[in-house]
């Protein structure tokens, strides 16, 4: 049984690897320095593209993990459940990562913005309280049943962070859609794979 999808490993793979070149500013060109003319980003000018520029770059941080996990060894149940243990850890570790990330980019500039981080926040910490609870299970199963049952739940949780709609928080607000939809590390990440 493997306790991941291959789907959420191909999806989060190939976003990924997009996010790999994102982030980085276009160079000023030699005509516009002579010109005394600067290239600004579309955050820099406006406050609510750059709350959301920080908003992707904070649940990019979660994609970039999930495309680094580390893989389930099903050779044996033991190997499975420590492999599957260690994933687990990866997991909670990028969910906390994911949700501190979040509480850094300071108070949103739009209505609806700062509860729409605070429940993206809460969505986060419930399934990473769900994967550390596995992965305790994991490291304490002293039977064969139990290590099962906590293969399921791990399961569940990946497909469950499978599910999850990284960009909820900003598309449920329209003014920070609007600016999400200026911004490339937003739109890398709701490219579709190829």
Known sequence: ????????????????????????????TSHARQEGLATVSPSAADPASAWAEGYC??????????????SVD??????ASRTSSQLMASVADGLR?????????????????DASRTAAVAQL??????????RHRLDSSTDSE????????????LDELDRLDLL????DVPQLAT????IPVCQDLVKQPR
């Open 168 to 171: 909820r928080g900003l598309n």
């Open 179 to 182: 600016a999400s939809s200026r």
């Open 146 to 157: 139990t290590t099962k049952t906590a293969l399921r739940d791990a399961r569940t949780s």
């Open 74 to 79: 099903p050779s044996t149940p033991e190997q």
């Open 125 to 134: 910490d419930g399934i990473r309280s769900r994967a550390d609870d596995v």
């Open 97 to 113: 990562r994911t949700s501190a990330a979040l509480g850094t980019i300071g108070p949103s500039p739009v209505a609806g913005g």
């Open 57 to 70: 770059g904070a649940v990019g941080g979660l994609v970039r993990t999930m495309a680094t996990l580390p």
């Open 1 to 28: 049984m493997r306790p991941r999808s291959t789907v959420l490993a191909a999806l989060v793979t190939s976003i990924g690897l997009g996010l790999a070149g994102c982030g980085q500013q276009p160079p000023v």
